[in-house]
């Protein structure tokens, strides 16, 4: 079955305390991206990834870091979570930029 | 960044209304995406449009791309209670070359809340 998952689907965490969210896909696609999710504002990308070592930021990549080793995984890494980064975070992959994206289930963060 | 306004920013319908809702842009796009999120879960894509001018369907929805290139329209026939959800509009920027550079854009949302 064609998926994207997220691990973990909820996380509480304090400030400062670095932590990872996973992202894999299973579609061989060459193109990644994470997204946050805030009411009123949509889905906002932070990072994307047109292939393996190949990223680039989005509209909100301050506070945040990815890698992309190989192609079917895509972390996002937050050095140093603050409350503002408290929000419902997706990652998605596609062929392309512009075809069908898949989106995983979400990960909803809290930082307190 | 370049931002898609959405409008309305939510709508309260009963069941087997019709649903228009709209997407623009200061700027042109060459493509415009239309996805789906139900409750608990990400987004679906529901239609895409590569055209300026194109109409496309799937099932009751309808999706147009503007002449203009800054607009693009989401029709929904004789709603259903599991329409209800956020409506997205997408799309990438355009830079100032023309050409899309792999980001990807969204709109605030449409939520449609359909009463039986």
């Known amino acids: 079955e064609a998926q994207v998952t997220q691990n973990p689907r909820y996380l509480i965490t304090v400030t400062g305390k670095k932590l990872t969210v996973t992202c894999s896909q299973n579609?061989?696609?060459?193109?990644m991206s994470w997204y946050r999710q805030d009411p009123g504002l949509g889905l906002r990308q932070i990072y994307y990834s047109m292939n393996v070592e190949v990223t680039d930021k989005g509209d909100v990549p301050e506070g945040y870091k990815v890698s992309r080793k190989e192609k079917r995984n895509f972390p996002l890494i937050l050095e140093s979570p603050s409350p503002n980064q408290t929000s419902l975070y997706f990652c998605a992959s596609s062929s392309l930029p512009t075809a069908e994206a898949f989106f995983g289930q979400g990960t909803r963060l809290t930082v307190v | 960044g370049q931002q898609l306004n959405q409008s309305p920013q939510s709508m309260f319908i009963q069941e087997g209304e019709d649903v228009s809702m709209n997407c623009t842009s200061s700027s042109i796009f060459n493509t415009w995406l239309w996805y789906k999120q139900d409750p608990g879960e990400g987004p679906v894509l529901l239609i895409a449009?590569?055209?300026?001018?194109e109409l496309t369907s799937n099932g009751r929805l309808t999706a147009q791309f503007g002449i203009t290139r800054k607009d693009s329209f989401l029709n929904i026939s004789a709603s259903i209670p599991s329409d209800v959800g956020i409506y997205f509009c997408?799309?990438?920027?355009?830079?100032?070359?023309?050409?899309?550079?792999?980001?990807?854009?969204f709109g605030q949302g449409t939520i449609l809340t359909v009463h039986p």
């Open positions: 579609m061989n696609h060459e193109y």
């Open positions: 449009l590569y055209k300026a001018g």
């Open positions: 997408a799309g990438p920027p355009l830079n100032a070359g023309g050409t899309s550079y792999g980001k990807l854009t």
